[in-house]
């Protein structure tokens, strides 16, 4: 069972409950698709991925970025049971995607740069650490009924 | 994953020429964000006095961090050679486990998406992320 301080909840309802999922979604996953150009290996139906700009300007991508924060949204409602929350969506990340679970941790790093961004100086040293610990709950319970 | 592209280099140089005059606070935010975020990190640094992010000391070694990547930035043609009396320093005297510097060189990038939120683009995150990658490896180059 993961134990989050008063600060960590809050800091997390907070950051979600202000952020606009069709805007970041879309620019954590494209921005994945640009600094990691490996992990275009899950999109080959998604159309024209040749370049950052074709990666930023693609519908799929953006609907696809925006399905993900939606799916966080489940980890920041349940910050006290996430691998039961996440259970499902780890077996169909594994079994029907076969996605290698290091690529979460590289769209967290993408996720926690432009929430960096966004909020600038309010995203003190703190309020990344907590944002980071609750990230590595979402990928690890997103890896765990790998097998 | 450490040869960078003209383009790369290019990509650095430019994003370098823009935020190079904020380099200290740079390093002092990337140093104290990492202390905080990864308190493992803060073994290396028992010596200290005072840890906390807005100490002198975390001041003082975000500068000379930072005065290490600016210099790098102009070996970027060859960093190993250009490096290597640094990386003999951090293999013999300071021996830094290398996975830390992939922890410091994230830190350094979330400070600039912070300080830079619409520079700090996609195209320029990678480029930044393979040298600071580089940088890393150039610095390991003498450990073993």
């Known amino acids: ?147 | 994953m450490t040869t960078l592209s003209a383009k790369d280099k290019e990509v650095v140089k430019a994003f370098w020429a823009k935020v190079s005059g904020k380099g200290e606070q740079i390093g002092t935010d990337a140093v104290a964000r990492m202390l905080t975020v990864y308190p493992q990190t803060k073994t290396y640094f028992s010596h200290w006095k005072d840890q906390s992010p807005s100490s002198p000391s975390v001041r003082k070694h975000g500068i000379t961090v930072m005065a290490g990547v600016g210099d790098a930035v102009t070996k970027i043609d060859d960093l190993k050679g250009g490096l290597l009396s640094l990386s003999e320093l951090h293999a013999f005297t300071l021996r830094v486990d290398p996975a830390n510097f992939k922890i410091l060189s994230h830190n350094i990038m979330v400070v600039m998406a912070i300080m830079f939120p619409k520079d700090f683009t996609p195209e320029v995150h990678v480029a930044m992320d393979k040298f600071l990658a580089a940088l890393s490896l150039a610095l390991a180059e003498k450990y073993r």
């Open chain 1, 1 to 147: 069972m993961v134990e989050w301080t008063d600060f960590e909840r809050a800091t997390i309802q907070d950051i979600f409950s202000k952020m606009d999922y069709e805007v970041v979604g879309p620019a954590a996953l494209s921005r994945c698709l640009v600094v990691y150009p490996w992990t275009q290996r899950y999109f080959g139906n998604f159309g024209n991925l040749y370049n950052a700009a074709a990666i930023m300007g693609n519908p799929n991508v953006a609907k696809h970025g925006t399905i993900i924060l939606h799916g966080l949204d489940r980890g920041v409602k349940n910050m006290d049971n996430m691998k039961e929350i996440y259970a499902e969506l780890s077996v169909l990340h594994s079994e029907k995607l076969h996605v290698d679970p290091d690529n979460f941790k590289l769209l967290s790093d993408c996720l926690t740069i432009v929430v960096a961004a966004q909020l600038g100086k309010a995203f003190t040293g703190e309020v990344q650490a907590a944002f980071q610990k609750f990230m590595a709950v979402v990928v690890s319970s997103l890896g765990r009924q790998y097998h």
